[in-house]
Nanobody, 123 residues
Framework: QVQLVESGGGLVQAGGSLRLSCAAS????????MGWFRQAPGKEREFVGA????????TYANSVKARFTISRDNAKNTVHLQMNSLQPEDTAVYYCAARYGSISGVPGRYAYWGQGTQVTVSS
């Protein structure tokens, strides 16, 4: 059974940094894409970025490009989301997700989801 567990959320001031982690278990993820999404109150879930587990290629939403970086640790089956220069508009619950195949920015194309971790950026 696939399980994704996020950690690392919290409260940070504007301009600060946080590093989220997503520990994946239950199968071999070498043919999977791992995505990060976020959802603010009253808004739809939006794509943040994703990584192709086997090749390490990444894609980012324009709103976070150059501020956020996704990486993976194969030995620990963990994906990280390094977030720098955080702004109040980055406040949301952040989710990691997994899908078999290539990267997608569409939430409905991901079969597996973590429980989410809250990120709050104060001004």
């Amino acid at each position: 059974q696939v399980q994704l567990v996020e950690s690392g959320g919290g409260l940070v001031q504007a301009g600060g940094s946080l590093r989220l982690s997503c520990a994946a278990s239950g199968r071999t993820f070498s043919n999977y894409a791992m995505g990060w999404f976020r959802q603010a109150p009253g808004k739809e879930r939006e794509f943040v970025g994703a990584i192709n587990w086997s090749e390490g290629g990444t894609t980012y939403a324009n709103s976070v490009k150059a501020r956020f970086t996704i990486s993976r640790d194969n030995a620990k089956n963990t994906v990280h989301l390094q977030m720098n220069s955080l702004q109040p508009e980055d406040t949301a619950v952040y989710y990691c997700a997994a899908r078999y195949g290539s990267i997608s920015g569409v939430p409905g194309r991901y079969a597996y989801w973590g429980q989410g971790t809250q990120v709050t950026v104060s001004s």
